[in-house]
């Protein structure tokens, strides 16, 4: 990969505290698939309480302490309930990267909202959260790739989440800045091939796509000191279709990511219905894509195609 791809400015501890407020090579399949206990191509309608439960993998000596957040029983809303049993059904894998000196807990808008409209989220703490030489080198794609592996294992008896995993959906993987950097990496470099959906977000181009059948869904800020938009819109130019670029204009590196901000439902509805139409093959969310993404403060391109 030539630096002409690593075109960006250092990322400091303060974007991440910012966008954090209230994912190999070839890889096998990581477990024996499961019937479905619902409709393939109709994603949940209700929300789901949040559960959470805590593993500490590693991959060649490196520590992936990583959150697991999922659908449970009991009233939306309020934060994720630790080991909480599963809710009946069986859900596919969304996972997040943190970016820059974060951790699994930065982030909460948008993996507990995954894991509220369905998903099981997986949310690795990278253990050099601060080293961008680690995701350039594909430490943190690596480390992702075998969190979706642990994750997908989970699904085999004796765990609590076996049978409801769908293992034969493929997976999503999305993260922002050096996660974003992380998610693209994942397309790129350093491909894992049961990747079907993906949302890399204020990222940089991480190198030539990899051929990968996935989605994917770029979210930027059009005033972004930290991560150049234009090597994200030239990393989204490269891939085949089905894409799209939501640009929040006038936005930085990650205050779209917040509730507070004025277009973060743009942001927050368009996320979760691409992985709704990617991972559970939801038509009408993918129809409901342009709405979520059009407003006063933002910009829409997509090729489907």
């Known amino acids: 990969m030539s630096m002409r791809r690593r075109t960006f400015v250092g990322l400091g501890a303060a974007v991440a505290a910012g966008a954090g407020l209230p994912l190999l090579g070839t890889t096998a399949s990581a477990s024996t698939s499961t019937p479905r206990t619902s409709l393939r191509g109709q994603a949940p309608t209700q929300k789901f309480a949040i559960g959470v439960r805590q593993f500490n993998w590693s991959r060649s000596g490196r520590q992936i302490l990583t959150k697991v957040f999922y659908p449970t029983s009991g009233t939306p809303g309020g934060n994720p309930v630790p080991d909480a049993p599963i809710a009946d059904g069986v859900f596919p894998i969304a996972e997040w990267s943190h970016g820059m000196g974060c951790n699994s807990d930065c982030y909460s808008s948008q993996t507990h909202d995954l894991a509220s409209a369905g998903f099981i989220c997986p949310a690795p703490s990278f253990s050099d959260n601060t080293n961008i030489g680690s995701v350039y080198n594909g430490n943190w794609s690596k480390d992702v790739s075998e969190v979706l592996t642990q994750t997908l294992a989970l699904n ?8 409801h ?36 977000v204020a990222c940089v181009d991480m190198g ?28 989204y130019n490269e891939l085949p279709a089905p894409k799209a670029f939501l ?11 917040t509730p507070q901000y004025p277009y973060y439902a743009q942001t927050e509805n368009t996320f979760l219905d691409w992985f709704r139409w990617g991972l559970y093959g939801d038509t009408t969310a993918r129809d409901r894509l342009q709405g979520d993404a059009t407003s006063n403060g933002t910009s829409w391109v997509t090729v489907m195609q």
Do not use: E, Y
Not at 156 to 163: D, E, L, M, Q, R
Not at 188 to 198: G, K
Not at 208 to 235: E, M, W
């Open 156 to 163: 085999n008896s004796g765990s609590p989440f076996a049978g």
């Open 208 to 235: 030539n796509p990899a051929g990968l059948a996935a989605k994917v869904l770029f979210i930027h800020g059009s005033n972004d000191p930290t991560c150049d938009i234009n090597s994200a819109r030239a990393a």
């Open 165 to 200: 995993i769908d293992t034969a959906a493929g997976v999503g993987v999305s993260g922002h800045s050096m996660g974003g950097m992380t998610t693209h990496g994942l397309l790129t470099a350093w491909p894992d091939n049961r990747i079907v959906a993906a949302v890399p």
């Open 247 to 257: 640009t929040q204009n006038g936005a930085d590196h990650g205050s779209f990511l």
